[in-house]
């Protein structure tokens, strides 16, 4: 098995593949792909990597690895799989590769912005393949949990995985463009990774990452054309004492730029990552109070 999967790294380097959905180098993809491909589970590692595979095994195998240079494809959408926040949820073509660092908040429960035994509700705006949503929800027991997003064919993901982590009672699927769908309801806790790429970045991006549904990546010329909407309307849909918290990756330069007055917090993780920022609901019934929502950023 070790043998294997050196020889799929080597193949996957020479052949110019870009690393960024789940793993970071070659070695650990091409062991995703074999270990999935040999039908083992992580669980008994290191202990499969000395492992004798039989040919049907070792030609599954290859031809993952074949795959992954000919298609150009995330290897979560050759596996169909991808761990968020400790958890193993369902992904393919219709929504992004979960991988944002927003699982190390969520399983700090959100603390210390909030007592997490006291939050008794959260959004999650965009929640494509429904990991935010569903690790909140899991994270904290008795809250309940919208998981809204624009897309049917990303709603389709979510609601697989709500049934497969049985959280029918507590996460519910919204079609809502941001906020609009959620009417007048309030939250502790909305939480965002919303299209965030600009035109820019969008056209310099790898091609694994074009791969991804449009939809789920850009965010306007600036990439910030969702996030000028949540900051508006945020205030109206947050709890006195609740948090919003959004993920803007690259484009944090260009939303300092576009808000300077607002303090922005921007989170720091262990695990690596960065461009997470959050307000609280005074801060934004501050800097962005109703009249606001109604005019232009800036």
């Known amino acids: 098995m070790a043998q294997l999967i ?3 790294a080597r193949r996957f380097d020479a052949a110019g593949l870009w690393f960024g959905h789940g793993s970071d180098n070659s070695r650990d993809e091409a062991a995703e792909l074999a270990i999935f491909g040999a039908s083992l589970d992580h669980a ?3 202990a499969i990597y000395e492992q004798e595979l039989s040919d049907a095994q070792r030609t599954k195998v290859l031809d993952l690895f074949e795959r992954r240079m000919r298609e150009r494809v995330p290897a979560a959408y050759l596996t169909q799989r991808m761990w968020f926040a400790g958890h193993e949820f369902y992904v393919d073509e219709r929504v992004l590769v979960p991988r944002s660092p927003l699982a190390e908040l969520i399983e700090r429960r959100f603390e210390p912005w909030l007592e997490a035994d006291r939050i008794r509700s959260v959004l999650d705006i965009g929640t494509g393949s429904g990991c ?13 949990v919208d998981a809204a997003d624009v897309s049917d064919d990303a709603l389709a993901v979510t609601a697989i995985n709500i049934e497969r982590f049985r959280l029918s009672e507590r996460v519910c699927p919204v079609r809502s463009d941001v906020f609009a769908g959620v009417g007048s309801a309030r939250y502790d806790v909305v939480v965002s990774n919303p299209p965030y790429v600009g035109s820019e970045e969008l056209s310099e991006l790898p091609e694994e990452y074009q791969r991804e549904p449009r939809l789920g990546l850009y965010g306007g010329d600036d990439g910030l054309e969702i996030v000028h909407r949540i900051l508006q309307q945020a205030s109206d849909h947050l709890r006195r004492d609740g948090i919003l918290v959004v993920e803007v990756g690259n484009s944090e330069g260009a939303l300092v730029d576009a808000y300077p007055e ?8 262990e695990r690596g990552g960065g461009g997470v920022f959050l307000l609280t609901a005074e801060q934004l019934a501050e800097y962005f109070p109703r009249s606001r929502s109604l005019s232009s950023p800036g």
């Open 44 to 46: 008994d590692a290191p």
């Open 6 to 8: 050196d020889y799929g």
């Open 132 to 144: 935010i949503a569903i690790a909140s929800a899991l994270a904290l027991p008795q809250a309940q």
């Open 262 to 269: 607002v303090p922005f917090i921007w989170l720091e993780f």
